[in-house]
């Protein structure tokens, strides 16, 4: 039967990454995948590949096929997406909680940049009250300039100033799931064996000399269920089962791949995994200078005004007055952060970026060891290549598919049965 919408959906269960990330290496497979071609694709975990499949087959009438091996594969029909989106509420609505979610992060980084506004007009529209009311302060000149943007490409004044305080988020959201994906094809090109020092440039190595202790390797076992094996000459080189078993026929990783042309083309992967460095801000030198010149005037302001506040009765004045007053704590706080908080966070982007920049360092150095690689790197890696195994599962060593019927199914494995029997006699 199928689900109504609103019903019961498995995918509705999924986290959305995983299930967008799942469909698209279903897609990117034609519809017909094993867990291993998700994991590698996607660079999920095994058991979030097998989660989601299972999910996706269960809400839109995909199939399983399972080959003479044991081997599951998940077929999908061509309009699944279609068939999910009628069946769940959530991917119906989910692209309008995104824009809503997009729509309430402008509204944050904008507020910002209007408190300051607000602040600045609140301080001086106060400071002006009370000169007027006051028969102890003598009127002094003061200049009120009125500061305009330079019209920036990707933001205007307002957020320019939430950017100089804040920044502007991590430059490497939602880098993991890049690095996973160009690990999981790095080894499923190559035949599911590969030595360390063929990951050490996706991985987080701070000198090469850490490539000597392989345990940088461990993150990468627990998520491909990675094993090692020893080679005849003792090496120790790493397996993954899963990965070695797909449903794609692209070619494998040859041996032609060792030595420079590491660095040319293996399966689409790049040289090495590169870290970006954070910016304080991404405004230009002119939207900075103009955030720093108002928080500045908001910062003068209010230090004048605390004066004057303190110099009069605020019991006696006005209302507008009274109510500056018991909300001044916030109007320094404002002030004081404004300045305080750029200056913490350009501490925090140097330390940072030093550090981002010595892993990127580590990953050259490692990938240029491979482009360049020494006799017993050479050997190492070639004897990778010799146990690299890589078996496409066909339609012809599919032996059972929920497709069909079974008992149709059992009547065409018994004459596949025969005919096998037969080509054993003639042998």
Same mark, same amino acid.
């Given at each position: ?44 975990k095994l058991n979030e590949s ?9 809400d839109t009438d995909g199939f ?67 000169? !007027? %009311?006051? #028969?102890?302060?003598?009127?002094? +000149?003061?200049?009120? /300039?009125?500061?305009?943007?330079? &019209? =920036? ?94 449903? !794609? %026929?692209? #070619?494998?990783?040859?041996?032609? +791949?060792?030595?420079? /042309?590491?660095?040319?083309?293996? &399966? =689409? ?159």
């Amino acid at each position: 039967m199928g689900i109504r919408p609103g019903g019961v959906v498995e995918t509705d269960k999924l986290p959305s990454d995983v299930r967008n990330r799942a469909m698209e290496a279903v897609d990117a497979c034609g519809g017909r995948v094993t867990i291993g071609d998700v994991a590698s694709k996607a660079g999920l975990k095994l058991n979030e590949s097998q989660k989601a499949l299972q999910a996706l087959a269960s809400d839109t009438d995909g199939f399983l096929e399972v080959s003479d091996e044991g081997d599951v594969l998940y077929v999908f029909p061509k309009d699944y997406r279609s068939k999910l989106v009628a069946k769940s509420l959530r991917l119906k609505f989910e692209p309008v909680f995104e824009k809503g979610k997009a729509a309430a992060e402008y509204l944050i980084r904008v507020s910002f940049g209007t408190a300051l506004i607000a602040s600045i007009v609140i301080v001086y529209t106060t400071i002006i009250a009370i000169l !007027s %009311s006051s #028969r102890y302060w003598d009127p002094y +000149y003061y200049r009120r /300039r009125q500061l305009r943007t330079d &019209g =920036g490409d990707n933001m205007n004044f307002i957020e320019s100033v939430f950017s100089f305080v804040f920044g502007d988020g991590d430059p490497n959201q939602g880098i993991e799931e890049e690095r996973w994906k160009l690990i999981g094809q790095y080894i499923s090109s190559n035949g599911g064996v590969v030595a360390a020092e063929e990951l050490a440039p996706f991985l987080d190595l701070k000198t090469t000399e850490d490539m000597s202790d392989e345990s940088y390797i461990l993150p990468v076992l627990l998520r491909f269920d990675g094993q090692p094996e020893i080679d005849e000459e003792g090496n120790i080189l790493y397996r993954f089962p899963s990965l070695q078993r797909t449903a !794609s %026929s692209k #070619r494998s990783g040859r041996k032609e +791949y060792v030595g420079k /042309r590491w660095a040319d083309w293996v &399966g =689409g992967v790049g040289k090495f995994f590169t870290e970006k460095t954070w910016q304080f801000s991404k405004t230009s030198a002119s939207e900075r200078a103009m955030a720093i010149g108002l928080g500045g005037l908001n910062l003068f302001g209010v230090i004048i005004l605390g004066t004057m506040l303190q110099d009069m009765a605020v019991t006696q004045s006005g209302g507008f007055i009274k109510f500056v007053s018991s909300i001044f704590p916030l109007l320094q706080i404002y002030a004081g952060s404004f300045f305080a908080i750029p200056l913490i966070r350009w501490f925090f982007v140097l330390q940072r970026n030093a550090e981002i920049e010595k892993r990127n360092r580590a990953r050259e150095q490692c990938a240029r060891m491979l482009e360049l690689p020494d006799l017993s790197l050479r050997r190492k890696l070639l004897s990778a290549r010799d146990m690299a195994q890589k078996t496409v599962i066909g339609q012809d060593r599919i032996v059972y598919s929920t497709d069909k019927d079974i008992i149709e199914q059992d009547v065409e494995a018994q004459e596949w049965d025969r005919k096998f029997r037969e080509i054993e006699k003639s042998d």
